[in-house]
């Protein structure tokens, strides 16, 4: 299907036909919509001289093409396994960028994991167990991890930007809003007064979450970058919105869900301010409580104080593995049995003859025992 040379559209709105034409001269041949986005859309099509699918990311409506172009430059630096690899970048022949991705097959967002759980669903109750979903965000801190390393913040961390392969691969992506920082250091903390007399401010702008105030998906932002505190944003933000996601993924609830917020200045106000419901308060028939161990790290991640958060997103991953490990901090009596257990565990893994041996032995002396004082009792 030929276009007409006058006014042709955008590669944003354009019709997969037309978008076929565009191309051509890229060897790609477009298939179909897989997902679009604020910024882009993301389609499947096939790389004619290398015989393979991609995924094709291109630029939607009117949005900023030297954003787009950021996004495609900071994901192909990121050589990271839980960050999708980009092929090449290009331009259209209307002049428009895009650029080409591994393409991820039969893959879930973590919003579509999370929905399926909420509707009970039994398949995905038996795939995606705590230790399962805990191992999801492990990887998320790997790619987080890597990113912060070489000074990359992401600020769109949430749900639908985490992909869960049918082999287990992990994917963080859209790194459309990323921020590229040199030496951040933590913020302060503001005084309770500061925060009262920022957001009264914020009440009066219209721009809270465009470019300019606030970037990214207010529902998952930290205190600093719902307030629009670029400068104050670093790998502790991310580091929030994951924690975030981290709760959801677990209870099933988002973290502030019993807000009543009737507009978005009083939900940045519970962002700022509103302490979260423990994870492990919520409980479900069908999914169990919250480990305990796994909800006082969501209050760690979630406080309003930076300073008060993991100190990197290793320190998070690692803090997950004590719990998959049985030796998470004990905090009460129930995670002092967790790790008593955990540990007399391992100890049989060591000692697999010596110690059921033992411990049959000590059973017999035991029963040995009580029938010795029975017999006794009954004389």
């Known amino acids: 299907m030929s276009r007409p040379a006058q006014d042709p559209p955008s590669l944003g709105g354009a019709p997969i036909e037309d978008l076929c034409d565009d191309l051509v001269a890229q060897k790609l041949q477009i298939d179909a919509e897989l997902g679009r986005g604020g910024m882009g859309r993301v389609l499947r099509a096939k790389d004619v001289d290398l015989n393979r699918d991609v995924a094709l990311k291109v630029l939607a409506g009117q949005s900023d093409p030297s954003r787009f172009m950021a996004e495609a430059q900071i994901t192909g630096q990121l050589d990271h396994p839980n960050v999708i690899p980009v092929h090449e970048f290009g331009v259209s022949a209307t002049g428009e960028p895009f650029f080409t991705m591994k393409l991820v097959r039969g893959h879930k967002s973590l919003r579509e994991v999370i929905e399926l759980l909420r509707a009970g669903d039994p398949a995905a109750h038996a795939e995606f167990s705590f230790e399962r979903r805990a191992q999801i965000v492990q990887r998320v801190c790997d790619a987080l ?16 930007n985490v992909l869960v392969g049918p082999h287990g691969e992990v994917y963080v992506v859209d790194w459309g809003v990323a921020k590229v920082v040199e030496g951040a250091a933590a913020p302060k903390d503001e005084p309770r007064g500061d925060v009262e007399q920022a957001v009264q401010t914020l009440g009066t702008r219209s721009d809270v979450t465009r470019d300019g105030a606030s970037v990214g998906t207010l529902l998952y932002m930290p ?6 505190k670029r400068e104050q944003v670093g790998p502790w933000s991310d580091l929030y919105s994951l924690t975030a996601v981290l709760y959801e993924l677990l209870s099933l609830h988002h973290y502030l869900e019993d ?17 979260p419901k423990l994870a492990e308060r ?25 300073s008060e958060r993991w100190g990197s997103a290793a320190e998070l991953r690692e803090a997950i593995q004590g719990w998959l490990e049985g030796r998470a901090p004990v905090v009460c009596p129930g995670t002092l049995l967790q790790r008593i257990l955990a540990q007399g565990i391992k100890a049989i893994d060591r000692f697999p003859v ?17 029938i010795t004082l029975l017999w006794r009792a009954l004389r």
Do not use: M, W
Request: aromatic share 6%; net charge positive; hydrophobic share 40%.
């Open 145 to 160: 991890e890597y990113a912060h390393k070489r000074g990359v913040i992401h600020r769109d961390v949430k749900p639908d």
């Open 223 to 228: 205190p600093e970058q719902a307030l629009g």
């Open 259 to 275: 807000v009543e917020a009737e507009t978005p200045f009083d939900l940045l106000y519970a962002i700022v301010s509103h302490p």
């Open 282 to 306: 919520h409980y479900d028939r069908r999914n169990g409580r919250v480990p305990r161990s796994l909800s006082n790290l969501c209050k760690r991640g979630l406080s309003k104080r930076p």
């Open 354 to 370: 010596l110690l059921p041996l033992l411990a049959v032995i000590g059973l017999a002396v035991f029963v040995s025992l009580q």
